[in-house]
């Protein structure tokens, strides 16, 4: 509001500017509202006006329509999902889980291709999920302080903040969070590839075996050359940053999901010992005086996404089972251990470096029947965000990671065709040294391509199994301590990241 009054002037007059409408209006100043003349101002003949700043706008609107929904969204919470009130709801823990499950799922399930997340689904995502990240700025312990009084005195009080695990992944999830979402923008304006509808010609012409296999997806076209080299290195690299994101959402959700409480159910359907949960081949290899992951891994049937999820629940049953006959001191019991301590450490131990192998192995694995069991019966709020949250930032790296792989393989194809239309052309020389240096080449290009198309997430977390081709053992078998590492320094010792002198030390 700009105030145009003189010293010299009665009146003054307001310009009132809002949405590129200016209007001009004539006010009094005090002086002259006390005057007789008054009632002869040009003023008292204008109709009324409001304010425009005290109109019912479109932000007000918007914003007790958002105060509605998320009051919604909370009764729904609080009711356990039971909106007949009937007090069937499940828990508060397992409810907020779930909406957070399911919010992701509407968010990005639409993600079929590689480009930014339209404005309307990422303000709704950042708006909800802050919604339902608040519940956990309520989850306080308390910790000492110190406090001054006036007359210089510190005492030692207990004043509250929110729990440790919440204080220190909660940030750090949304960090990731945002680097998944900045991924997907640095695509926009790159035009070298793009997507066609599977149903068109040109989806039909392009289609090839690993589509086949995402027959929902749109199919990808590169040029007739394949992309160029600061495309594919752009490719390249967003890759490797959502390897690490993908490693370290992981990385929270297993160390949330080892500090959930085991449910006495599953327990109770456990077997008395590993050998009835394994089989006796599995007990046998895991068991023997030698002991290599990769190759355990080579010689079980991992062919379908059922017998890997088998064989994971097998293993997460045998180290339940080993773990509780640690505790168990009477031999009498039906938990009762015959193995010594120090070898069931040792199973304990190579079983757990299976889980970790399988699930970088196979990232989009479901989740195993002790996960299910300790979500569902579990009632820690502040756990349930953490595992939730981390649990669809792992999916959201994983799918666009996959739509990455997609654009990488149909380029690599497009290179072999341009390699064979290549030496087709020159087939007419005369020089067989150069035709039989030319074919020598282009196979090992094409080698090369398809190792960087068909490389597994567990290739790029550094893990060889070279030592296991041919069925050959490696003369020296890896060391296994009996120190309890956690997950992400698992990931670290198996990675390499880690110096040689550093892996000696532990």
């Known amino acids: 509001m700009f105030d145009s009054s003189s010293t010299k002037q009665q009146q003054s007059q307001t310009l009132v500017i809002e949405n590129e409408d200016s209007h001009l209006v004539e006010s009094n100043t005090p002086e002259s509202q006390n005057s007789d003349s008054l009632a002869e101002s040009p003023v008292e003949s204008m109709p009324p006006m409001i304010s425009p700043l005290t109109r019912p706008g479109k932000r007000p609107d918007r914003q007790q329509a958002d105060t509605e929904m998320m009051k919604d969204r909370f009764a729904k919470l609080l009711l356990g999902e039971d909106m007949s009130g009937g007090g069937k709801g499940v828990s508060s823990a397992l409810a907020l889980s779930n909406a957070i499950t399911n919010l992701a799922a509407s968010i990005f399930g639409e993600q079929t291709k590689l480009q930014p997340m339209p404005q309307d689904r990422q303000a709704r995502w950042k708006k909800e999920i802050d919604w339902l990240l608040s519940v956990t700025d309520h989850i306080v312990e308390f910790v000492p302080s110190q406090q001054t009084s006036k007359d210089g005195v510190c005492t030692e009080i207990m004043v509250t903040r929110q729990r440790g695990d919440l204080l220190m992944n909660i940030p750090a999830l949304r960090k990731l969070d945002t680097m998944l979402i900045d991924t997907l923008d640095n695509f926009r304006g790159h035009n070298e590839f793009y997507y066609v509808s599977r149903d068109s010609e040109e989806g039909k012409q392009a289609s090839n075996a690993r589509s086949n296999d995402k027959w929902w997806l749109p199919t990808?076209?590169?040029?007739?050359?394949?992309?160029?080299?600061?495309?594919?290195?752009?490719?390249?690299?967003?890759?490797?940053?959502?390897?690490?994101?993908?490693?370290?959402?992981?990385?929270?959700?297993?160390?949330?999901?080892?500090?959930?409480?085991?449910?006495?159910?599953?327990?109770?359907?456990?077997?008395?010992?590993?050998?009835?949960?394994?089989?006796?081949?599995?007990?046998?290899?895991?068991?023997?005086?030698?002991?290599?992951?990769?190759?355990?891994?080579?010689?079980?049937?991992?062919?379908?996404?059922?017998?890997?999820?088998?064989?994971?629940?097998?293993?997460?049953?045998?180290?339940?089972?080993?773990?509780?006959?640690?505790?168990?001191?009477?031999?009498?019991?039906?938990?009762?251990?015959?193995?010594?301590?120090?070898?069931?450490?040792?199973?304990?131990?190579?079983?757990?470096?299976?889980?970790?192998?399988?699930?970088?192995?196979?990232?989009?694995?479901?989740?195993?029947?002790?996960?299910?069991?300790?979500?569902?019966?579990?009632?820690?709020?502040?756990?349930?965000?953490?595992?939730?949250?981390?649990?669809?930032?792992?999916?959201?790296?994983?799918?666009?990671?996959?739509?990455?792989?997609?654009?990488?393989?149909?380029?690599?194809?497009?290179?072999?065709?341009?390699?064979?239309?290549?030496?087709?052309?020159?087939?007419?020389?005369?020089?067989?040294?150069?035709?039989?240096?030319?074919?020598?080449?282009?196979?090992?290009?094409?080698?090369?391509?398809?190792?960087?198309?068909?490389?597994?997430?567990?290739?790029?977390?550094?893990?060889?199994?070279?030592?296991?081709?041919?069925?050959?053992?490696?003369?020296?078998?890896?060391?296994?301590?009996?120190?309890?590492?956690?997950?992400?320094?698992?990931?670290?010792?198996?990675?390499?990241?880690?110096?040689?002198?550093?892996?000696?030390?532990?």
Request: proline residues 4%.
């Open 220 to 506: 990808v076209k590169v040029p007739p050359g394949g992309l160029s080299d600061p495309a594919r290195r752009m490719l390249y690299f967003q890759k490797d940053s959502v390897t690490q994101v993908q490693k370290a959402a992981m990385a929270i959700n297993a160390q949330v999901l080892s500090e959930m409480a085991i449910p006495e159910s599953y327990i109770d359907s456990l077997p008395k010992n590993g050998r009835a949960s394994l089989g006796d081949s599995i007990y046998k290899s895991i068991t023997e005086e030698w002991f290599d992951p990769g190759q355990f891994l080579s010689m079980m049937d991992l062919s379908t996404e059922h017998k890997v999820l088998d064989l994971k629940n097998k293993i997460e049953a045998s180290i339940v089972i080993w773990k509780r006959k640690l505790h168990v001191k009477d031999s009498k019991s039906s938990w009762g251990s015959a193995v010594s301590l120090e070898k069931r450490e040792l199973f304990e131990e190579r079983a757990e470096t299976i889980l970790v192998f399988l699930k970088q192995k196979f990232p989009g694995l479901p989740q195993s029947s002790l996960d299910i069991s300790k979500i569902q019966f579990n009632k820690d709020v502040g756990q349930a965000v953490l595992e939730s949250y981390s649990r669809i930032l792992e999916s959201l790296a994983y799918t666009v990671m996959s739509r990455i792989e997609d654009v990488l393989y149909t380029d690599s194809l497009a290179l072999k065709q341009a390699l064979l239309a290549e030496e087709t052309s020159d087939g007419g020389r005369t020089e067989t040294d150069t035709e039989s240096a030319g074919s020598s080449n282009s196979g090992e290009e094409t080698e090369r391509l398809d190792r960087q198309h068909s490389k597994t997430l567990l290739d790029f977390m550094g893990w060889s199994d070279n030592s296991t081709k041919g069925g050959d053992k490696p003369t020296t078998p890896p060391s296994v301590t009996p120190k309890k590492l956690s997950y992400l320094e698992k990931l670290e010792n198996f990675n390499g990241f880690r110096s040689s002198k550093d892996r000696s030390l532990s």
